[in-house]
């Protein structure tokens, strides 16, 4: 069945490091891959998506390429801030339209 | 625009008790699917309506079951709710039912069962 890797977590980092967050994937098909954003005490934001092969999403410094020869889709930002500090979920849809989540990772991002 | 709304946001209940949390998507939208989000199996899919039709369904118990009304709004219903049930409970809404539209969550309705 459909289902979603994602790096295990929490990440700390200091500002302005390098971030990636490792995403893999397994689907039937042609997946549209996601990367969602949740806030404490929020519900989740759509931070960027690619909707076929070679796509790459970009949003607020962050960005991420479907890749289909390795079934991933890594999240990366080159300069975290302080308020990048949230829990990240990597997703798919294929073929119906729900949403597959892998299990988030924290990032705390330090002054 | 404004975005999806959830009411309640917070809800206490009882073992045995049913509860029913409500879902206003962003206006336009026609697709309205629920979430169940736990700190031990995470995010799961419960179920998608569109144009008031149980378009999908996730491996939930028929505990769990919803419904839409004509303006879109939705609702979802829990029975005989257990400890196992405190979640929170999202809702996200989308233009068309097909997988290349984005998904819009609300801030989500926090459930707790004593």
């Known amino acids: 069945g459909d289902s979603v890797t994602q790096m295990e977590g929490p990440v700390t980092l200091s500002e302005e490091a390098f971030l990636t967050i490792n995403c893999t994937y397994t689907?039937?098909?042609?997946?549209?891959l996601f990367w969602y954003v949740q806030y404490p005490g929020e519900g989740l934001q759509l931070l960027l998506k690619?909707?076929?092969?070679?796509d790459k999403g970009s949003n607020k410094g962050f960005e991420a390429t479907y890749r289909k020869e390795t079934t991933s889709f890594h999240l990366e930002k080159g300069s975290v801030q302080v308020s990048d500090s949230a829990v990240y979920f990597c997703?798919?849809?294929?073929?119906?339209?729900?949403?597959?989540f892998g299990t988030g990772t924290r990032l705390t991002v330090i002054p | 625009k404004a975005g999806v709304t959830q009411t309640p946001r917070y809800l206490i209940k009882t073992r045995g008790q049913q509860v029913t949390l409500s879902c206003s998507p962003i206006?336009?939208?026609?697709?309205v699917s629920w979430y169940q989000q736990t700190p031990g199996q995470g995010l799961q899919f419960l179920f998608e309506?569109?144009?008031?039709?149980?378009?999908n369904k996730g491996n939930f118990p028929g505990r769990f079951s919803g419904r839409q009304f004509s303006n879109s709004r939705s609702e979802m219903n829990v029975s005989t709710l257990e400890l196992g049930d405190s979640a929170l409970y999202l809702c996200?809404?989308?233009?068309?039912?097909?997988?290349?539209?984005?998904?819009?969550f609300g801030p989500g309705t926090r459930l707790t069962v004593t």
């Open positions: 689907a039937t098909g042609y997946p549209s």
């Open positions: 206006s336009g939208h026609r697709s």
């Open positions: 690619a909707t076929k092969a070679d």
């Open positions: 996200a809404s989308s233009l068309e039912s097909t997988p290349s539209y984005e998904q819009y």
């Open positions: 309506y569109f144009s008031e039709t149980q378009r």
């Open positions: 997703a798919l849809k294929a073929g119906a339209n729900n949403l597959f």
